[in-house]
């Protein structure tokens, strides 16, 4: 069983920047792909980012075509964490933002882009954007 916690959120004008982090129970984080979603009022959950499970200390990582280039989503397995640096932020990435994560053997990401592969889900933290 694994719970995860998110924090980080906050209201920002545009332009500017919020690192999101999700902290993790359990001791082998790093064997677990671990997804950032979003979820505006009305609309539907939709991916940002997803990263590897950790294997020689190598991760991958993916995105959403809508942040590639200004959102990074990176891990640190000593303090069962992954974060989602996020800049430029823009008034439509206005959301509740979750994480998620699955134990996997896999170093494969793409379908980590589905939230249906996800067991373990965060309550979600809140990131407003102004213009």
């Not at 959950?45 to 990176?74: M, N």
């Amino acid at each position: 069983q694994v719970q995860l916690v998110e924090s980080g959120g906050g209201s920002v004008q545009a332009g500017g920047s919020l690192r999101l982090s999700c902290a993790a129970s359990g001791r082998t984080f790093s064997s677990y792909a671990t997804g950032w979603f979003r979820q505006a009022p009305g609309k539907e959950r939709e991916f940002v980012a997803a990263i590897s499970r950790t294997f020689s200390s190598t991760v991958y990582a993916d995105y959403a075509d809508s942040v590639k280039g200004r959102f990074t989503i990176s891990r640190d397995n000593a303090k069962n964490t992954v974060y989602l640096q996020m800049n430029s932020l823009k008034p439509e990435d206005t959301a509740v933002y979750y994480c998620a994560a699955e134990a996997t053997t896999s170093w494969g990401v793409p379908r980590f882009k589905d939230p249906h592969q996800y067991s373990y889900w965060g309550q979600g933290t809140q990131v407003t954007v102004s213009s």
